[in-house]
């Protein structure tokens, strides 16, 4: 098995490529050996002492390096573990009493959506999915809708972009553009 990485617009984040599915749908992010603890892939890099952060999204492993730490060090220490898991085929969330313990995403954020904002909301959500999450992807993130209130859309950067240097030129610049110029009812995207 090998497994690849690309640099990810954060230079604290590396993105590995285990060349086959990690997350079946949906993504999740583990942000404290706390969150970790739900899955033994996470929990192990953590484990590591040197890492902040990890997010698993489709075919992806992004892992964030703690301030100072150097990626020539971590990274074939993070490679060691990610192939470990994957050679032995573990499961990537621990069991629960009735299956596998797939932590919840974090819904503290989500800000409500008045109904009578319906078929705007839709508008931006099919925008996101189609257009910004493939990008955001390809980053080694995500990027979730938290809210639409008054003409402003709420947004939470995942993974490489929740930490990224230019997380809040890609929300201000490229992702408020995009939903203005094709959902004339917004205004402003705001981070979450």
Same mark, same amino acid.
């Given at each position: 098995?090998?497994?690849?990485?690309?640099?990810?617009?954060?230079?604290?984040?590396?993105?590995?490529?285990?060349?086959?599915?990690?997350?079946?749908?949906?993504?999740?992010? %583990?942000?404290?050996?706390?969150?970790?603890? $739900?899955? #033994?892939?996470?929990?192990?890099?953590? /484990? @590591? *002492? +040197?890492?902040?952060?990890?997010?698993?999204?489709?075919?992806?492993?992004?892992?964030?390096?703690?301030?100072?730490?150097?990626?020539?060090?971590?990274?074939?220490?993070?490679?060691?573990?990610?192939?470990?898991?994957?050679?032995?085929?573990?499961?990537? %969330?621990?069991?629960?009493?009735?299956?596998? $313990?797939? #932590?919840?995403?974090?819904?503290?954020? /989500? @800000? *409500? +959506?008045?109904?009578?904002?319906?078929?705007?909301?839709?508008?931006?959500?099919?925008?996101?999915?189609?257009?910004?999450?493939?990008?955001?992807?390809?980053?080694?993130?995500?990027?979730?809708?938290?809210?639409?209130?008054?003409?402003?859309?709420?947004?939470?950067?995942?993974?490489?972009?929740?930490?990224?240097?230019?997380?809040?030129?890609?929300?201000?610049?490229?992702?408020?553009?995009?939903?203005?110029?094709?959902?004339?009812?917004?205004?402003?995207?705001?981070?979450?």
């Amino acid at each position: 098995m090998f497994i690849e990485t690309e640099t990810t617009p954060n230079p604290a984040t590396l993105k590995f490529l285990p060349g086959r599915e990690v997350m079946a749908e949906g993504t999740r992010e %583990f942000t404290s050996p706390e969150d970790a603890a $739900a899955s #033994p892939l996470a929990e192990a890099l953590f /484990d @590591l *002492g +040197d890492v902040t952060g990890v997010f698993f999204g489709h075919g992806f492993i992004s892992v964030t390096a703690a301030p100072g730490v150097e990626w020539p060090g971590l990274k074939p220490q993070v490679v060691s573990i990610l192939l470990d898991h994957f050679v032995s085929e573990a499961p990537l %969330f621990r069991q629960s009493g009735n299956g596998i $313990a797939v #932590p919840p995403e974090s819904e503290d954020a /989500d @800000l *409500g +959506d008045d109904p009578a904002d319906a078929d705007i909301i839709d508008q931006i959500k099919d925008l996101i999915e189609t257009r910004v999450r493939p990008a955001v992807a390809n980053d080694g993130g995500d990027i979730v809708y938290r809210g639409f209130r008054e003409g402003v859309v709420y947004l939470s950067m995942q993974g490489a972009c929740s930490g990224c240097p230019s997380s809040s030129a890609t929300l201000k610049h490229g992702i408020e553009s995009l939903l203005k110029h094709y959902v004339p009812e917004v205004s402003e995207v705001r981070a979450a």
